[in-house]
């Protein structure tokens, strides 16, 4: 079974940095989309950013971008989301999702196969 953990939230003020990290374990594909999404009390989950493991393809959501980068270690099976100039509004809870697949293009489809239990994010202005 796949297992995706997360860690690295936690509390913080406002213009302060954090980094997230997901470690996948059991993600037999060498190509996979792997997303950071968030969702905050009262409101939908929203993508943040996802990367494309098979060549490096990112995307970020407008209202994290020049902020927020996304990165992939594969000798350590881990994908890493650096958070700099961090606002009150990006406090949610924090997840990270897997999908295997040879199509880059399915990263921009939001129904991932695995899910981690996710990591609270709480910025204080």
């Known amino acids: 079974q796949v297992q995706l953990v997360e860690s690295g939230g936690g509390s913080v003020q406002a213009g302060g940095s954090m980094r997230l990290s997901c470690a996948a374990s059991?993600?037999?594909?060498?190509?996979?989309?792997m997303g950071w999404f968030r969702q905050a009390p009262g409101k939908e989950r929203e993508v943040v950013a996802h990367?494309?493991?098979?060549?490096?393809?990112?995307y970020y959501a407008d209202s994290v971008k020049g902020r927020f980068t996304i990165s992939q270690d594969n000798a350590k099976a881990t994908v890493y989301l650096q958070m700099n100039s961090l606002k009150p509004e990006d406090s949610a809870m924090y997840y990270c999702?897997?999908?295997?697949?040879?199509?880059?293009?399915?990263?921009?489809?939001?129904?991932?196969?695995?899910w981690g239990q996710g990591t609270q994010v709480t910025v204080s202005s």
């Open positions: 059991r993600l037999t594909s060498s190509s996979n989309c």
């Open positions: 999702a897997a999908r295997p697949t040879d199509n880059r293009l399915r990263c921009s489809r939001y129904d991932y196969n695995y």
């Open positions: 990367i494309y493991t098979g060549g490096g393809t990112t």
